[in-house]
């Protein structure tokens, strides 16, 4: 399984960015999807993540209400549609991809618990 994260790059304050990761293999549907970011200096940190179905999803408290999670099966593609981006939301953002059962906030948050992880873009927010 690999996967394949684009659509960063440097937005103003209050702009908007939506990230895509594409993932190969046929084993998409069987993947729970997770978006996770780095920023300088600061460990790797939960953002958002989406079921398998995309019937659940679960966000940071620091971005909930401003992104949104989307995935389409049919595509093998997940999505992170970020909204009045802060300068805090400068950081290298991460997909990734697990298997793991129940799909469960406090799961979905832990890193180990995603088996495959992309090669990360990078997000820039002028303040």
């Known amino acids: 399984v690999q996967l394949q994260a684009s659509g960063g790059g440097l937005v103003q304050a209050g702009g908007s960015l939506r990230l895509s990761c594409e993932v190969s293999g046929r084993t998409f549907s069987t993947n729970n999807m997770g978006w996770f970011r780095q920023a300088p200096g600061k460990e790797r940190e939960f953002v958002a993540a989406?079921?398998?179905?995309?019937?659940?999803?679960y966000y940071a408290d620091s971005v909930k209400g401003r992104f949104t999670i989307s995935r389409d099966n049919f595509k093998n593609t997940v999505y992170l549609q970020t909204n009045s981006l802060k300068a805090e939301d400068t950081a290298v953002y991460y997909c990734a991809a697990g298997r793991f059962t129940p799909f469960q906030a406090v799961v979905a948050m832990i890193r180990t618990f995603y088996n495959y992880w992309g090669q990360g873009t990078l997000v820039t927010v002028s303040s």
């Open positions: 989406i079921s398998r179905s995309g019937g659940s999803t």
